[in-house]
DNA sequence: GTCTATAGCGAGATAGAC
DNA sequence: GTCTATCTCGCTATAGAC
């Protein structure tokens, strides 16, 4: 059931998605649904809870290496990868956000600072050993955060290059934005 | 009407806008807003392709210099300028295409790829001149336009930075990022 | 644990008075 | 050109049988 909600949601939109429309997918019954939720707004902020969760905790579990641009490189790599693999999570999570309740909001809203705060590091450190030349890294950060999650936006299986190759080229031009020269 | 409706589905959604919503917000009665607008969808169409088609009028109103290094650095400038003078719109043009009929869909596509295939042509004649470096025109078409319109998730009008700060640092990493050395 | 049935509400759109 | 009133529909959520 959640399956299927995730991918209603990532493809009409939470408020276009009926109890009625996740009860079919799941072939069950309106009523029985209620069975594993106690509204449709916690189910969405459950699948975007656990998305973010999963983020973190696949991210935590990644090796982080002395050089920053090996720290770096693994997490463009990490970044691709991870958010190629939950393409409907990743939407809902970012398009869906206005429609939960503050106090959901705000939660949600700390993890994914809190994921962008570690890409910071790994910049901050860079800068300071004198080996990415970037002018700021909060806006560095976000433009690269940008850049790598907008390979879902076009990104098929199947399609011209694979999903190795796109890694390869995202990380050039990583690098190359970055200012590391090797 | 138009405004009230750009603004109200930027922030709530288009499905989860009412047009009673619409309404209050432009001080009128429900039944008045059938003059303006046949029906719902065609509202979101109008505003999306009015959207777009600014957006590639704008473009081709820009001056467009000989040299691909001066060229790419009015489009970026001019992206963010534009993105961020109408932030509803673009959110508009980005999420609700889910909710277009097919047709309508295409048509907005077809527009968006104009715009994309005006970068790409920059990048390819930058490449040619051996100017750029950039392992793949459509990746880095894709990279640098989401990088770009990245700004409108985080901006805020009197922030830490001027618009044209913002401007000046994006530049100078679209620049490293397609390898202009200078 | 899942069903059917339904309460209660708000939606999009239209009709007809003014 | 705008209002009020209303039609018809589908929604979330719950109740109660099995």
Redesign the interface.
């Known amino acids: 059931m959640r399956d299927a909600a995730l991918q209603l949601f990532a493809?009409?939109?939470?408020?276009?998605v009926s109890m009625r429309m996740i009860a079919k997918a799941t072939d069950v019954q309106v009523g029985a649904l209620y069975l594993y939720t106690p509204d449709k707004q916690s189910l969405l902020f459950d699948l975007m809870q656990t998305h973010m969760q999963d983020l973190l905790s696949e991210l935590r579990a990644l090796p982080s290496p002395d050089c920053p641009v090996a720290a770096l490189e693994d997490f463009t790599r990490f970044h691709i990868r991870f958010h190629r693999a939950r393409s409907d999570a990743v939407f809902i999570a970012y398009?869906e956000l206005?429609?939960l309740e503050p106090e959901n909001f705000a939660r949600i809203e700390a993890m994914r600072r809190e994921y962008e705060a570690s890409l910071e590091a790994i910049l901050t450190r860079g800068k300071s050993a004198g080996m990415f030349?970037?002018?700021?890294t909060k806006?560095?950060t976000?433009?690269?955060?940008?850049?790598l999650?907008?390979?879902n936006?076009?990104y098929r299986e199947g399609g011209r290059?694979s999903l190795a190759r796109?890694e390869?080229?995202?990380w050039?031009?990583?690098r190359?934005?970055?200012?590391i020269s090797t």
């Open positions: 493809r009409h939109g939470y408020a276009a398009m206005r429609n030349a970037v002018p700021d806006l560095a976000f433009a690269l955060i940008a850049m999650t907008g390979v936006t076009w290059l796109v390869d080229i995202y050039e031009m990583v190359k934005a970055v200012g």
